[in-house]
């Protein structure tokens, strides 16, 4: 009897421990985070978080603003000349290494020059205004892509820094040339990795093969994406033509192909090889077709879903989603997909564990929305 009563208790215990499981759960087709509009802007493309909770965005138009926690109050710390159309505009921003001391910022624009356009890094020191507030202030173009060429597309610009703080990784896209991303000659299409001061790198892996000296990879064509996991992997995402997007494990001196294999097409619908084992180029470790147009890349390292720590999370642009890669050390595999009713351009992550998305504003608004465990 007593034993029936143990098991029965146990049995309950149990039941109730499944049902508390279950009602933490959401219902079908409900979203596993809260959403919560903390601002809008005029056509946001990237944010980082400042180490007391503000955040620094960027506008396509070349404002830089710094916005509190709450959304609101803002300020604009920089108004930067870029040139806007098409794919055009103020880019990335993120903070240097040591913005503790050094309250440097490093960002990237497209401009126009010699040739054409192409996109530069720059940066600049966040200080005081002498009133109530602050200013980016000490700017300089630091990098700038090379040729500067015609077309208003595929800057990309995105910006990482290595995990010891020593080196940065640079984006430049292919500018919708093509065989740029093939010419060892020229930054285009390609990941490059500088010193902090925009400096060829020493040690990088094809200087010695008559290649342009910054070159960490190539065979890219418009990288909107590029991030460290917590063992050092450098992880990057691009957009593919009609099909073929691609999340990508860099190493160096890798040719991941463009525009000789693609698992993707050309818009007229010519056919591009598709990556398989053999061919001498990279493949990704995850592709999309039909596409998802990635914007922004973080990889989740914070405790409020823990259940996504060391995941890969990307904008979907196009496909206006969210969109989370499973990463295991060095292979990925498709997670989920949300569906965020806009074009997400950037995600990245807050100090709290909490994910920040910013909505592209080209077609919609522009709001910058806070993800928070329910």
Same mark, same amino acid.
């Not at 703080?165 to 896209?173: D, I, S």
């Not at 190539?218 to 590029?226: A, D, F, K, S, V």
């Not at 995600?347 to 080209?362: F, K, R, S, T, Y």
């Given at each position: ?191 490059? %990795?500088?010193?902090? #001061?925009? @400096? /060829?790198?020493? $040690? ?8 342009? =000296?910054? +070159? ?53 619908? %010519?056919?591009?090889? #598709?990556? @398989? /084992?053999?061919? $001498? ?8 077709? =039909?596409? +998802? ?75 910058? +929305? ?5």
């Amino acid at each position: 009897m007593i034993r029936r009563t143990l098991a029965a208790t146990g049995l309950i215990s149990a039941t109730l421990l499944a049902a508390a499981a279950c009602s933490a759960q959401p219902a079908p087709g409900e979203k596993p985070f809260q959403e919560t509009v903390v601002a809008d802007f005029e056509s946001p493309w990237a944010m980082t978080v400042v180490p007391d909770g503000r955040m620094l965005v960027t506008e396509k138009a070349g404002e830089m603003l710094l916005v509190s926690a709450d959304g609101k109050q803002r300020q604009t710390v920089a108004t930067i000349t870029v040139d806007s159309a098409g794919q055009g505009g103020l880019m990335d921003v993120v903070l240097a290494p040591d913005f503790a001391t050094s309250k440097r910022v490093y960002f990237s624009y497209s401009s126009t020059g010699a040739g054409g356009k192409g996109v530069v890094l720059a940066r600049g020191r966040l200080r005081p205004d002498g009133g109530e507030g602050e200013r980016l202030g000490e700017i300089e173009v630091v990098f700038s892509a090379r040729p500067f060429v015609e077309g208003n597309g595929h800057y990309s610009g995105r910006i990482a820094f290595s995990p010891d703080g020593k080196y940065l990784f640079f984006t430049n896209g292919d500018r919708q040339k093509f065989t740029p991303a093939q010419d060892p000659k020229v930054t285009l299409g390609k990941v490059l %990795r500088l010193t902090l #001061d925009g @400096k /060829p790198a020493p $040690g990088n892996p094809l200087a010695g093969k008559g290649f342009a =000296p910054e +070159i960490w990879s190539y065979g890219h064509r418009n990288l909107l994406g590029i991030a460290f996991d917590a063992q050092g992997n450098l992880w990057e995402q691009e957009m593919g033509p009609k099909g073929g997007d691609e999340v990508n494990l860099i190493t160096p001196g890798q040719n991941y192909g463009w525009p000789n294999a693609s698992n993707g097409s050309h818009y007229d619908g %010519r056919d591009i090889p #598709d990556h @398989k /084992p053999g061919d $001498g180029y990279a493949a990704p470790k995850v592709s999309w077709n =039909p596409v +998802i147009s990635p914007g922004g890349l973080m990889i989740y390292s914070g405790s409020m879903f823990p259940q996504w720590k060391g995941d890969a999370f990307i904008g979907g642009l196009s496909s206006k989603s969210l969109v989370r890669v499973d990463l295991n050390g060095t292979n990925a595999a498709k997670g989920d997909q949300w569906d965020m009713g806009a074009r997400i351009r950037e995600v990245e992550q807050g100090p709290d564990g909490a994910i920040w998305v910013l909505e592209d504003g080209g077609e919609e608004q522009g709001r910058l +929305i806070k993800l928070t465990a329910r």
